[in-house]
């Protein structure tokens, strides 16, 4: 769950999810510019604070199964070829330690 909505990630990163009734992909340079010319727009979950690689679909392409599929493939692609995330010790861990 991220913003109390779905969140989905491999390897530790983000790579799509749901905010209100929009959707989110993290994508590369190229993919976030498509999205964008195709009427989507970057992701600000909070006003004045742009998650960088992240966009906004637009509900033009998130109504199209066939398309919504094909952008989740390229955004599952772009998180394969980043570095996977350290995973995070859980609270749990830490206090027993100290």
């Known amino acids: 769950m991220m913003f109390g909505c779905p969140a989905y990630s491999l390897g530790g990163n983000l790579f799509a999810g749901v905010f209100g009734e929009a959707v989110f992909l993290q994508l590369s340079d190229q ?22 690689r992240y966009v906004l679909l637009p509900s033009s392409v998130v109504d ?32 027993r330690e100290q």
């Open 31 to 52: 993919g976030r510019a498509e999205v964008v010319s195709e009427g989507g727009r970057p992701f600000e979950p909070l006003e004045g604070r742009r998650l960088r």
């Open 64 to 95: 199209d199964g066939e398309a919504l599929s094909a952008w989740l493939r390229r955004a599952i692609d772009f998180v394969k070829s980043l570095p996977k995330r350290p995973r995070k010790r859980s609270r749990a861990s830490r206090s």
